[in-house]
């Protein structure tokens, strides 16, 4: 069974910018594909952004179009999200999740990190 | 993007009850339905893939059903350890999204 760690999380000020990365192991990190899920305090689960296994195709959900980008560096076995202009609305707890279909973005996620926590203000 | 609509938001029952929740989709999502479960501080939990595929390990108390627009998920018999908030998901087609929850307590 695979295990899934993220890090990054912090407190930034409205405007600036984040790296979260996901470090993986115990599963073929290049097989499937991989997304981020985020939850605002007290709130429901938003997907964010889906990246392909292989050729690493991405997809985005509105919210995160423009200001993050999603990758994978299948030689270190991480993913990132490169989140920019952070605004207040984004302080929620962040997910790597991963897509138990393969390497196509699918959308059932077998495997959760623990989280890690964005905060914005100022 | 696919509107998911669940329902109730909220539910209170004890241990032994049966427990429905339901999902409503905005347009036909085939069986493209995942069910997920989440306690307090953790990471949600996938319990049932493509409406009614029971994931591995999980409970046999816990099932789906339904396609095209409607989907139910079940609890047969509430136990101490099911009291947690359950989640919808589509997955017919991005961007993935996600009921509002329904919480058992």
């Known amino acids: 069974e695979g295990l899934m760690s993220e890090s990054g999380g912090a407190l930034v000020q409205p405007g600036g910018s984040l790296r979260l990365s996901c470090a993986v192991s115990?599963?073929?990190?290049?097989?499937?594909?991989m997304s981020w899920v985020r939850q605002a305090p007290g709130k429901g689960l938003e997907w964010l952004a889906g990246i392909s296994g292989g050729i690493s195709g991405t997809f985005y959900a509105d919210s995160a179009k423009g200001r993050f980008t999603i990758a994978r560096d299948n030689s270190k076995n991480t993913l990132y999200l490169q989140m920019n202009s952070l605004r207040a609305e984004d302080a929620a707890i962040y997910y790597c999740?991963?897509?138990?279909?393969?390497?196509?973005?699918?959308?059932?996620?077998?495997?959760w990190g623990h989280g890690t926590r964005v905060t914005v203000a100022s | 993007d696919i509107q998911m609509t669940q329902s109730p938001f909220s539910l209170s029952a004890s241990v032994g009850d049966r427990v429905t929740i339901t999902c409503q989709a905005s347009q036909d999502i085939r069986h493209s339905v995942n069910w997920y479960q989440q306690k307090p501080g953790k990471a949600p939990n996938l319990l049932i893939s493509?409406?009614?595929n029971l994931a591995a390990g999980v409970p046999s108390r816990f099932s789906g059903s339904g396609s095209g627009t409607g989907f139910t998920f079940t609890i047969s018999s509430l136990q101490p350890e099911d009291f947690a908030t359950y989640y919808c998901?589509?997955?017919?087609?991005?961007?993935?999204?996600f009921g509002g929850g329904t919480k058992v307590e």
């Open positions: 115990g599963f073929t990190f290049t097989s499937y594909a």
């Open positions: 998901q589509q997955c017919d087609r991005l961007p993935v999204t």
């Open positions: 999740a991963k897509d138990s279909g393969g390497s196509a973005i699918r959308g059932a996620f077998d495997i």
């Open positions: 493509d409406a009614s």
